[in-house]
């Protein structure tokens, strides 16, 4: 048993039982507030939800009927479009960022600060505020004039390049030792072989970072595929959220049942790589 | 990520310095295997063709959507009629609009309120949560978990839980304590502040992970000195803990705060603007009047007022750290 260390309010020491119960008391309320409505969706969508005001955290008859009808309603299409934008998106974002990465960190070239520079900004950018412009360019590619609008493809290309990924990398990748690099280029190794056998290798808990985050973040996109979907077809699963709501004949318990499959995903994600995550979100926020 | 790393190894000191880590093999031998690497390390264009891709996407979703909304911004677009130089016009008429005002104002106190909110209640949950312990590792990924859920699903399930009725979920938790039924969401004067309290929610939990991570770095020994200086809990956090956050606080700020500025999937699943507009937001503006009604012009303007609050809003913040730094 190692001795509790201090903290700010010194609560980890108190031993007595008032000082427990207030403790209990805390985590109960916290658990109440954040995980309780997260809770009161699991069970409605399980049981017979008529009308908005029964959601509750008392299972009333349980029933798989709201999954059932959410089926009906395409809701299996749905997942399956969103799994093929997280999939490809998450493919195209880590190949991305990995390459990157390598050039950024191993390499020193003349407009490397530039570069660096211009993916800083590409973070201090609010997606929202180029919607009107990229709907425009999605709907007509310069140069190539392809049309992204209405394909899985327009909400997968834009998020192929994220600044976060690239730039966790290139932190990552700076750490491995210059000498192992040194050694294989003596033994005649070009860059490729380098970076595919010797840098990506030694970047697992990273590439574990990226991707988790890479996730969340494809999974949780809402205005992309809102500017890309032209009809039901092409909608991903948070998107078709709304679709079913407005639609008189589903019934809140069918919109929760849907709810829980499009939030299941992201936090089986979380719950298993909780490590990655939150190492992630503190070296990401911490080192600006 | 800084850039002065990258600035303090320029090109001519790192070869200096890997030359002179060669040591016993001679200025000769050094020259020699510089050349040698020089050649195997490739040619001066491969690190752009690794970087070729990320610079290829980024140029097409988002440096050419920036031009393309600076230029739009100061024309009138018509699709297939071409676009007409119209200057300031489309600023004129945004800035004089009554609906944007309407919107930055809401925007600003969404976002104020918003930020301090999930600011304070993440540090108090950081505060009560700190420490090692299994069940405290359990409470804390419960508590997380609302950062991870899509904000569409966050939406859809308040949408619910802010029935207006009495026997909706949220009224009825006021009803045991005494509290009227509210209209939330449906009602003018408390939507906004609803759409707020879903906002502090989901951002709480992110700000509680952000402040644990700045409270571990809190030098312990500056606990015990209170201690042993019989400074009451309080006066620990007000003069230990807080100061030793600062750098976190700022982070923290700009990154909610920007988060609250560009606010737009919870406004728009949730009222989308209403009741009577008393919601309607920069964002929920700007995606009417551009994929609705067609101005994309006017709402290319409002795109760039709103980019230039969250620029001035950050170098601000930058600036107060810098002069705090110092």
Known sequence: MNAPTETALGLTESRSPGGRLLKALTYLLVLVVFAGPLLALLVSAFSKVKDPTQLSVIPSAATLDNFRIAFDQGVLAYLLNSFFVVGFGLLLQVAVSVLAGYALARKVFPGMTLVLVAILATLMLPEEILALPLSLILADLPVVHFNLIGTLAGMIVPLGAWGFSILVMTEFMKDVPKELEEAARIDGAGDLRIFAQIILPMCKPALGVIGVFGFTMIWDQYLLPLLVATDSSSYTLPLALRTLRIDPDVTPGVVLAASLLALLPSVIVFLFFQRSFVHGLSSGALKG | ?326
Do not use: C
């Open chain 2, 1 to 326: 990520m800084s850039l002065d790393q990258v600035k303090r190894a320029p090109l001519p000191e790192r070869r200096a310095h890997r030359a002179a880590g060669r040591g016993a093999d001679g200025a000769d031998g050094a020259a020699a295997g510089h050349r040698r690497r020089d050649r195997r390390a490739g040619r001066w264009w491969t690190p752009w063709l690794f970087l070729a891709p990320a610079l290829l996407l980024f140029l097409y979703f988002k440096f050419i959507p920036m031009a393309n909304a600076l230029t739009m911004s100061f024309q009138e677009v018509q699709p297939y009629l071409g676009n007409r130089w119209v200057g300031t016009e489309n600023y004129a008429t945004v800035l004089g609009s009554d609906g944007f005002r309407d919107a930055a104002w809401h925007t600003v106190v969404l976002a104020a309120g918003q930020t301090a909110g999930s600011m304070l209640l993440g540090l108090a949950l950081a505060l009560l949560m700190e420490g090692q312990g299994r069940r405290l590792g359990f409470v804390r990924s419960a508590a997380f978990l609302p950062v991870v859920v899509p904000i569409a699903v966050v939406a859809e399930l308040w949408r619910i839980m802010y029935h207006p009725t009495e026997d909706g979920m949220v009224n009825s938790l006021l009803g045991l304590v005494g509290f009227g039924p509210s209209g939330f969401i449906n009602d003018p004067d408390s939507s906004l502040v609803s759409i707020m309290v879903t906002g502090i929610w989901r951002g709480a939990p992110y700000d509680m992970m952000i402040f644990l991570a700045g409270l571990a770095s809190v030098d312990r020994g500056l606990y015990e000195a209170a201690k042993v200086d019989g400074a009451s809990r309080f006066q620990r956090v007000r003069h230990v803990t807080v100061p030793g956050l600062r750098s976190v606080f700022s982070i923290l700020f700009i990154l909610a705060a920007i988060r609250g500025l560009r606010v737009f999937t919870e406004v728009f699943l949730l009222t989308n603007g209403g009741p009577d507009g008393s919601t309607e937001v920069v964002m929920t503006l700007i995606y009417k009047l551009g994929l609705e009604q067609n101005r994309l012009g006017v709402g290319a303007a409002g795109a760039v007022l709103l980019f230039l609050m969250t620029l001035i809003l950050t170098i601000a913040v930058h600036l107060v750290r810098r002069r705090e730094s110092k």
